[in-house]
């Protein structure tokens, strides 16, 4: 199975509530990352959060890492239609070299 | 897309021709990655460059070669396409140098193979 999992794989609020996505790993980490994918478009970065970190904030949204339980939470707050995407963790396997690996991903719908 | 651009940006094909994509950036970054994303499977990495002429396999390489002759240039070929490597491709650049920190993706190209 996927280093990264995420979930829900699906998730639909209306604007203007908070969304809560998870990613689970199985491999200690020295990063995690989030990306965002609007349909038909490339993956665009959101936040990186090294393993010595717990929380970090970038505008609305909010990263916490846990490497005990080995999650990650992302949390958009005060929901946007145009924050309709699917969101992506990513995390390092060390397969010879050192690679990203990426989750199957959270389609989030906004509704107005 | 972090001035990255990816050719073409569609293609049908038939089964057993060959097809390479390109991708290009602008800035001159040692690492490049070539990866395919289909449905219920995410992002894959097919194979990956960290400079001219050096490149390794990814995840998903079978059927698949690259070539890097110039630091801008990162070629995907699929040298007799399946309809299994119907798929959308994405090149991406790590602009840091670290291999596993923040990458930044191409528009994709859509490749339909018949």
């Known amino acids: 199975s996927q280093q990264g999992e995420e979930d829900p794989q699906a998730l639909s609020i209306q604007e203007g509530e908070n969304a809560t996505m998870n990613c689970s790993y199985k491999?200690?980490?020295?990063?995690l990352q989030w990306y965002r994918q609007n349909s038909g478009r490339g993956l665009v970065h959101l936040i990186l959060?090294?393993?010595?970190?717990r929380e970090k904030h970038s505008g609305r949204l909010r990263v916490t890492l846990d490497t005990s339980k080995k999650s990650s939470s992302l949390l958009i707050t005060a929901s946007r239609a145009a924050d309709t995407a699917s969101y992506f963790c990513a995390t390092v396997v060390t397969q010879g070299a050192q690679k990203l690996v990426f989750g199957q991903g959270t389609r989030l719908t906004i509704n107005p | 897309d972090a001035g990255i651009t990816q050719s073409p940006r569609h293609k049908v094909t038939e089964t057993g021709t060959p097809v390479t994509l390109r991708c290009h950036q602008t800035?001159?970054?040692?690492?490049m990655y070539w990866y395919r994303q289909d449905p219920g499977h995410g992002l894959r990495l097919i194979h990956y460059?960290?400079?001219?002429?050096?490149?390794d396999k990814g995840e998903v390489s079978d059927g698949y070669s690259v070539s890097r002759s110039k630091t801008e240039d990162f070629l995907l070929t699929l040298e007799s396409a399946t309809s299994s490597q119907t798929s959308v491709y994405f090149c991406?650049?790590?602009?840091?140098?670290?291999?596993?920190?923040?990458?930044?993706f191409g528009p994709g190209t859509r490749l339909t193979v018949l």
């Open positions: 460059s960290y400079g001219v002429k050096d490149t």
């Open positions: 491999t200690s980490i020295n990063n």
């Open positions: 991406a650049i790590s602009p840091s140098g670290v291999p596993t920190d923040t990458q930044y």
């Open positions: 800035e001159n970054h040692r690492y």
């Open positions: 959060i090294r393993s010595n970190e």
